[in-house]
């Protein structure tokens, strides 16, 4: 594979993002890898999942430069596959995460059932910044592990946060200083691939389900305002003043 890199080590199974030099910026292809992995059936033996990353950020989200390049046909998500693949892989997933993990990249994480980040990493979701929405899936997640205080203030004010803030909010699994996130991070891996394996992915089916209520409520009028901000001027206009590092001029539009 091009843009991840897979190894299995025992019981565990690690899947490292290997577009550092891009930020891990996550294009179609890098999804599709992604996608294939994810759906591979893990081995008997096997007991978690880790996902890291190469590079200065663990994952700047999605590929700013294809979106303006090739435009979302149809309202589709191409993220969203990638992400229901993992929270519903059969194995408990840890983020290991030493950098900025910031829309795709925030929601990636925050899809694993733990994540252990660096003080220095900010998580943020800056989509109201650049004139678009996140879509219900993507909400109902965020809002699952931090609550409607805590989605409020990732979405609605767009700031990246410090992974201390995130810890504080009760998002993520812990917050440690730089020196001491791969230590952490063996701690909870080596923790999960001890425990029992039938136990381990009864329990990682049962709370999925248990949380999958929320798919169940209607939602098409919202999918129509998420829609409508995807083919906005506004949005054309916040992508293009991301990439060029100035202040966007939105309309309203």
């Known amino acids: ?22 930020r891990n910026a996550l294009n179609l292809a890098m999804l599709d890898e992604m996608l294939t992995a994810l759906n591979e059936t893990p081995a008997p033996d096997e007991r978690v999942l880790v996902l890291r990353a190469e590079g200065p950020s663990f994952c700047s989200g999605m590929d700013l430069k294809e979106r303006l390049a090739k435009p ?12 229901h693949a993992l929270e519903n892989y059969p194995l408990p997933a840890v983020a290991v995460v030493h950098g900025d993990a910031i829309a795709g990249g925030c929601e990636l994480a925050l899809h694993c059932d733990f ?26 997640k965020l809002m699952e592990v931090a609550g409607p205080v805590g989605a409020r203030e990732v979405l609605l004010l767009g700031d990246p946060l410090p992974s201390r803030r995130l810890y504080d909010l009760g998002v993520i699994y812990s917050a440690v200083p730089k020196h001491d996130l791969e230590t952490s ?11 029992a394996p039938l136990s381990l992915r009864a329990i990682k089916a049962l ?7 929320r798919d169940g ?23 293009a003043a991301r990439l060029e590092k100035r202040t966007p001029d939105f309309k309203g539009v």
């Open 207 to 213: 709370l999925v389900r248990e949380m999958a209520f």
């Open 72 to 83: 979302i046909k149809n309202n589709e998500s191409p993220i969203e596959g990638m992400l």
């Open 185 to 195: 991070a063996e701690k909870v891996i080596d923790r999960l691939a001890r425990n």
């Open 115 to 140: 994540v252990v980040a660096s003080e220095n990493a900010r998580f943020g979701m800056s989509l109201a910044q650049i004139g678009l929405a996140p879509t219900w899936f993507l909400a109902k």
């Open 1 to 22: 594979m091009e843009y991840i890199r897979i190894e299995k080590s025992g019981p565990v199974r690690t899947m490292t993002l290997t577009r550092g030099d891009k």
């Open 217 to 239: 409520v209607y939602h098409g009028d919202v999918d129509q305002l998420v829609n409508a901000t995807r083919t906005s001027a506004d949005s054309k206009e916040g992508i």
